[in-house]
């Protein structure tokens, strides 16, 4: 038995390949005292991995080149020497990308024990990064209240989704953009969204003036670019706007995106623009989830995942995230979770 690995080699300048990474195949690691042996079976791919690749920190440290690539992970605990986790547990946490990771720790910084009765994956989506970022960034940033009109761009994205949603929830009427007819009748049809806009096939700042006559009192943006701009040229007076990502850069090296040509918007309709990162709320997670819990629970917060097959699918995966062709989370399966043994 051995563990595959993908280990960085390259660093990308444009799109990620799988030329960037190799395949290893490394002894599965021998647990010392207080570890656990997990077996992987889903990693969750989200942008910001991309910008661990670039040589720079952002908001965390590069990956190293020769380095097992960073990335989060659900899976099975099949050996342990710990008193934290059993045998048979469902955990969530840092794993990278390979077939076995070692738990040491509980928490952020280590692997956390899934719920019985909880869908594991879901740990990589609405109970994790997305599900906290969209909680976060909506309800502390956007702040939306009964009445206002809000403007997703990304909205068939894994957390665009669920931020839209949110809003709905806590009164708002949502409107979004995404790419193409199928993502756009998903974000209406499924995710409850009032109007979806399809950046690829219509005219974005047309359909924002006859959607929001009245102004776009919340943007909460994924995308950046023109795709900002557009909004930031329909704000209502005493807009806040979101700025949760700018996927339309492709976050290579020092390429995250350019500032809007038309940031005066801000100060003609005295709005304000802030950033944030999910872990600014680390010790609001538990109180998140629980809201996220309840309104998976009674149907008001519904998600999706998209699934890729294999571990060398990993990085073509990460770079679709930026090519458009995911609808949801975005997960890489490494294995069936009947098949894990323990």
Not at 38 to 55: A, H, S
Not at 245 to 256: K, N, Q
Request: hydrophobic share 45%; charged share 20%; net charge negative.
């Amino acid at each position: 038995m051995y563990n595959r690995q993908l280990i960085l080699r390259e660093r990308p300048t444009g799109a990620v390949e799988f030329a960037h990474f190799e395949m290893v195949e490394a002894p599965v690691p021998t647990l010392a005292a207080n570890e656990a042996l997990v077996r992987v079976v889903w990693l969750g791919i989200d942008p910001t991995q991309r910008t661990w690749l670039n040589p720079t920190a952002t908001y965390a440290a590069p990956v190293a080149v020769g380095d097992v690539m960073r990335g989060s992970g659900v899976g099975k605990v099949i050996a342990s020497r710990s008193e934290r986790f059993a045998v048979g547990d469902w955990v969530a946490g840092e794993t990278g990308w390979q077939d076995y990771a070692v738990a040491r720790s509980e928490g952020l910084a280590g692997f956390t024990r899934i719920p019985e009765g909880l869908d594991p994956k879901a740990m990589l989506s609405v109970f994790g990064v997305s599900g906290l970022t969209a909680y976060f960034g909506m309800t502390d940033i956007g702040r939306p209240v009964e009445g206002d009109t809000v403007y997703v761009s990304g909205a068939a994205g894994s957390v665009g989704s669920l931020a839209g949603q949110i809003a709905r929830i806590e009164g708002a009427r949502v409107i979004g953009s995404a790419g193409g007819p199928a993502k756009c009748g998903w974000v209406t049809e499924a995710a409850g969204f009032e109007a979806c806009i399809d950046y690829k096939s219509e005219d974005v700042a047309a359909r924002l003036g006859n959607l929001a006559p009245d102004g776009i009192d919340i943007v909460f943006d994924n995308v950046g670019g023109i795709t900002l701009e557009h909004a930031l040229d329909n704000l209502a007076t005493g807009a806040r706007v979101v700025l949760c990502g700018s996927i339309s850069s492709g976050y290579g090296e020092a390429a995250y995106g350019v500032g809007p040509s038309n940031y005066m918007q801000l100060a003609f309709k005295r709005a304000r623009m802030e950033g944030f990162i999910f872990l600014d709320y680390v010790e609001r997670f538990p109180g998140a989830v629980a809201d996220l819990a309840k309104w998976v629970a009674e149907g008001r917060l519904i998600y999706r995942e998209d699934i890729l097959g294999g571990l060398e699918n990993a990085p073509a995966a990460l770079q679709g995230l930026f090519d458009g062709r995911n609808t949801g989370k975005q997960l890489v399966q490494l294995c069936d979770p009947s098949e894990v043994r323990t």
